[in-house]
């Protein structure tokens, strides 16, 4: 059975961090690309970051550069979003997405809340 399970989210004051996980089973994690979307509500779903199968190559939205890290760990099969200097406009659920040309597995996603 595929899974994608995020965790990590949560409230944070302006200013704070928050580190998700996303932690894949039942396919091949090595073999994919990973991304993390977020959708605010309201409005569509975003591209935020996304990472190469190796790890090598990353890319982040422009609001986020400098401020998220996208990483991954094959042997954990587990891909990370480390989210720094957070702002209330990055209050969203945050989707993790395994990408690859046959076909997209996406999470259940993670609340993350940013206000004083």
């Known amino acids: 059975q595929v899974q994608l399970v995020e965790s990590g989210g949560g409230l944070v004051q302006p200013g704070g961090s928050l580190r998700l996980s996303c932690v894949a089973s039942g396919f091949t994690f090595s073999s994919y690309a990973m991304n993390w979307y977020r959708q605010a509500p309201g409005k569509e779903r975003e591209l935020v970051a996304a990472i190469s199968i190796t790890g090598n190559i990353t890319n982040y939205k422009d609001s986020v550069k400098g401020r998220f890290t996208i990483s991954r760990d094959n042997a954990k099969k587990t891909t990370y979003l480390q989210m720094n200097n957070l702002k209330p406009e990055d209050t969203a659920v945050y989707y993790c997405?395994?990408?690859?040309?046959?076909?997209?597995?996406w999470g259940q996603g993670t609340q993350v809340t940013v206000s004083s």
């Open positions: 997405k395994a990408r690859r040309v046959t076909g997209d597995y």
